[in-house]
């Protein structure tokens, strides 16, 4: 995969298991969005994967993967597949174990469009937070250590604080993003605002708006991309 995703300042994130009225689709797309993110917790296949990016193919925005199961992974007509290992699980499925049984599955896997992540999950009542049972009751310096993890140790190119449907906590991405040094930071939960667009992406490099979509409209999300582009 190119190198331009580091640049990336927004994301617009889509879920598979949602339905997009027809008539919002090109007001979404064309929103000025860096890049969209088919991407969702559940019930995510590879046939509405495959009907979400011929939905959106058409309006030459670049479009990645990021399944919740790498196995269920598409490559035709994308240009990356992000793969989340999420850090603070107890579960080794979610760190490691997905992972290698998608590697057992598929001997064809395109790994110069793989993108690793890694994931900080801090809203505990979150899909990803229960299907991961993800620990989230962290303090900063215990987000900070799985973020220098990732960084310096892991060598992730991404890591991802993910608060998912909830606005987090600005001192802790402020805290991250000095934290980490060659990783691009990622921010998502929450951002449904402009406000609140260019309060995260003064610390994260990359802000992912996800929910509002849905729950706002493509008028909300061109507010939060015209906040940090």
């Known amino acids: 995969m190119k190198n ?21 689709v090109e007001d979404i797309v064309t929103s000025g969005t860096d890049a969209l993110m088919l991407s969702g917790t559940l019930n995510v296949t590879k046939e509405n994967l495959t009907h979400l990016r011929e939905q959106v193919k058409e309006y030459g925005v670049p479009m990645v993967i990021e399944p919740a199961d790498p196995s269920g992974a598409i490559f035709d007509g994308v240009e990356g ?8 699980t107890p579960d080794t499925t979610w760190i490691v174990g997905k992972h290698e049984y998608w590697v057992k599955k598929d001997k064809a896997i395109k790994w110069d469009m793989v993108v690793p992540e890694a994931y900080i999950v801090l809203n505990p009542d979150s899909s990803v937070g229960r299907v991961t049972k993800a620990l989230c009751d962290l303090s900063v310096e215990d987000v900070c250590a799985f973020a220098k ?21 600005p001192e ?17 939960g929450g951002i449904d605002s402009k406000e609140k667009a260019s ?31």
């Open 149 to 169: 993890v990732a960084d310096k140790y892991f060598r992730f190119p991404v890591v991802y604080l993910e608060y998912s449907g909830t606005y987090g906590k």
């Open 81 to 88: 597949l992000f793969v989340p290992s999420v850090l603070n």
């Open 172 to 188: 802790i991405v402020k805290a991250v993003s000095e934290t980490v040094e060659d990783s691009v930071l990622y921010y998502g």
């Open 199 to 229: 309060e995260m992406a003064k610390y994260a490099d990359t802000i992912v708006v996800g929910n509002a979509v849905y729950d706002k409209g493509a008028k909300t999300l061109k507010e939060t991309v015209d906040a940090v582009l």
């Open 4 to 24: 331009d995703w580091k640049n990336w300042k927004h994301i617009t994130k889509l879920d598979p298991d949602k339905e997009m009225p027809k008539e919002s």
